[in-house]
């Protein structure tokens, strides 16, 4: 039995939803399908069940892709302000965090409903639970196979996510479509994600456990200032999150864990105008005292602050304001918010999102070699680059 529609969508995430709305709102026959049993589980999931649904900051330089240049037509086609009014239409109460971030006040399950709602509206098919066996081309169709049907399509729009957080289906499922049709895939990565280090290091974080501090992050010249936290696993908090899709195996990055004080010049002030007062009480009015201790220990200093060499002091100072370490790796796609890499955009209409190669056939969302910053802004790429397809297919 062959079933024709005019457009197909493969993954019912944010981008896939969005593309099924455009498209259906123009009138095209659109079939949405999905593998799993709940559409949008990734919004669902996200931000702590409230969903940061995008940033008002929003901006190409908040994207990493091998062509920095290609997230900004679909960015100027359908802003964070575009989505804003979607919102604000289905009387959704949301509120900003920090950072321009965007979060439901009750429930990303809101989005989804919502989504739903807009697809119901453009008379969107969807089918859950739907798993495809292969995908082909005969003359100007595309020919979706299933366990019981074969379907065939005009316009083809892959938005099947990449690799990250496999516990809720995710597979690489979009790059075997694009390598099926010859484009080239850049090499995928676990962005957004927690980094694991050596013993020593890993030792100090199992101490501090739990404990979270305000610092500036930096890999070579990217940085970012947000909370980092100890856990028992290595670093995770934003701070590290954000670094983490810099950071190159092998390399070092630096931790700040004062960036508001000089911390030397501090000590060095201290020595003159109080010089009896010990070291790790110091330390301890600056940061907090688990940590404090464990500095003063790791650089040997103790006792009163007059009898502790300039050398000391700057080297304490360094292990506060430049501490340097080297993470070993990270804790993988299990926990990566997003997937680094994906195809080319090369490969891709930045006006369209179409493959250069393959009339109909569109890419969108994760499966893009674009990452966006932590903060709502790969929503913001899901929506974005999901409404361009949906105008053009």
Known sequence: MSLTYDVIIIGAGAAGLMA?????????????????????????????????FTNLHTEPSKFLSNNPKFVRSALSQYTQQDFINLIKKHNIKFHEKKLGQLFCDQSAQQIVEMLLAECEQANVEIKKEFNVKD??????????????????????????G????????????????????????????PGLVPLTFNEKILNICKELTGLSVEAIVSFKKTLFQEG?????????????????????MGQNININLLPKLNVYNFLEEKKKSNPKQDISTI??????KRLAQIICNENKVSGNIWEI?????????????????????????RTAEVTLGGVNTNELSSQTMMSNKHKGLFFIGEVVDVTGHLGGYNFQWAWSSGYVAGKYV
């Open 283 to 288: 330390i301890s009015d600056l940061l907090p």
């Open 162 to 189: 990449g690799l990250s957080i496999p516990k809720i289906g995710a597979t690489d499922f979009g790059y075997k479509i694009a390598k099926k049709f010859n484009l080239d895939v850049i090499e995928t990565l």
């Open 20 to 52: 099924a709305i455009e498209a259906g709102k123009r009138g095209r026959k659109v079939l949405l399908v999905d593998h799993s049993k709940k559409i949008g589980e990734k919004i669902r999931i996200s931000g702590g069940g409230r969903c940061n």
């Open 135 to 160: 995908v082909s081309k005969y003359k100007d169709q595309y020919l979706i196979i299933s366990e019981q049907d074969t379907y065939s399509c005009e316009s083809l729009v892959i938005a099947t």
């Open 228 to 248: 980092m936290l100890f856990t028992h696993r290595g670093l995770s908090g934003p701070s590290i999150l954000q670094i983490s899709s810099y950071w190159k």
């Open 309 to 333: 060499s300039n050398k000391a002091l700057r080297e304490i100072s360094e292990a506060i304001n430049t501490w340097v370490i080297k993470p070993i790796g990270s804790e993988g796609y």
